[in-house]
């Protein structure tokens, strides 16, 4: 596939990192590609990384046949509109709706009765918005084989059973075992709440080093 | 123990039931005994556990070692104020703050920057408020062991470990195999907002016979 990134943070890093070496086509798009390639975080990612392609939002979503939305949840949308109208492409969203404003752990600036993944989907009504893998840290996004050889769980849900399938074997590439559909996007509410959780269970611990497994 | 069980609604039964099946001296606190006794459904069960006395919430709560609140989490700050000061006891807080008003699934009434184990505890500020339990169906509950032989986790918070201890002591009679420690009762943020992922998933698979497991 020819997938784009957008972002380059550590979420977006793994997984361009990951799609590109399972044999992917991967633009990594950021708001400024030459101020990005200076800093020195980036450069030394970079170098590892050779395959990987940097590029503006929209040079990256041009023709791509996922998107993938690793930007922070408070860029997301800015960083969505920059990419293009993204007219029926397929939009995977890992992003989370954190608002560190009021100190840690943070809490969530749309929560209860919206989403983050609902609000994309709103703002880009032509496209197919999925949204996944933002219930777990970015190591164990793109190589959930490393915990307990993947007897964990990853939800996705949106309003298109396609561009779920199409996600869905990304994460089976990945290597995730139990990939769970939760429905329509409206179930973004589900998995961006449980961040809550996550960060609750993440400080107990002192690492982010788990999953959740759905037992039934 | 001497437990009080406030509500008498399915969990409120669980809960009575199983505990008095271990042993305990249990007392279920309701707000009119004598219409809960009529009504056919509740008559039925207590028919079956004749062990578990019905009395007002100020009755079962008056020097109970444990009180439950199993009350629905709208009704929850009433059922308590109605069963006294509490001061020095140990609350077990099972509710959600599920709101129904606004349909199907129903959002929570605090979230985010709250919680309802936060406002019991600040209601009740000489009583130890640990919440856990709220996690899953009631069946899952009280008989963990029946799905996976326990191998799920069940969450406490609280400010006071001693408090933590005793409930921690219950729920390993119950079989809970993986207890795991949040921290403050702040964390109830994380296992309330977890309803609205626990929801999701039930509609998703038809029914609530699930828990999650932290896999780490």
Redesign the interface.
């Given at each position: 596939m020819h997938i784009a990134v957008l972002g380059t943070s550590a979420v977006g890093r793994a997984v361009a990192s990951r799609t590109a070496e399972l044999g992917h086509t991967v633009l990594m798009g950021t708001r400024d590609p030459s101020a990005t390639a200076a800093r020195d975080e980036f450069a030394a990612w970079h170098r590892d990384n050779e395959a990987v392609q940097l590029a503006t939002f929209a040079q990256a979503a041009s023709g791509a046949d996922l998107v993938i939305n690793a930007t922070g949840g408070d860029a997301s949308l800015a960083a969505l509109r920059a990419a293009g109208e993204l007219a029926g492409q397929v939009i995977l969203d890992i992003s989370n709706p954190l608002d560190h404003a009021?100190g840690f752990p943070p809490?969530?600036f749309v929560?209860?009765?919206d989403s983050l993944g609902e609000q994309i989907q709103l703002a880009f009504p032509a496209a197919h918005v999925v949204k996944a893998l933002n219930t777990m840290n970015n190591a164990i996004m793109v190589r959930p084989r490393e915990?307990?050889d993947g007897?964990?769980t990853v939800?996705v849900?949106g309003n298109s059973a396609e561009a779920k399938a199409l996600v869905t074997g990304l994460l089976q590439e990945f290597g995730h075992r139990d990939v769970?559909?939760?429905?329509d996007i409206t179930?973004a509410?589900?998995?961006e709440?449980?961040i809550?959780?996550?960060?609750?269970?993440a400080?107990?611990?002192g690492k982010s080093?788990?999953?959740?497994?759905?037992?039934?």
């Open positions: 009021a809490t969530l929560a209860n009765t915990l307990a007897d964990h939800f849900c769970f559909d939760l429905g179930a509410r589900g998995t709440m449980y809550a959780l996550w960060l609750r269970i400080i107990a611990r080093d788990f999953n959740i497994k759905v037992v039934r």
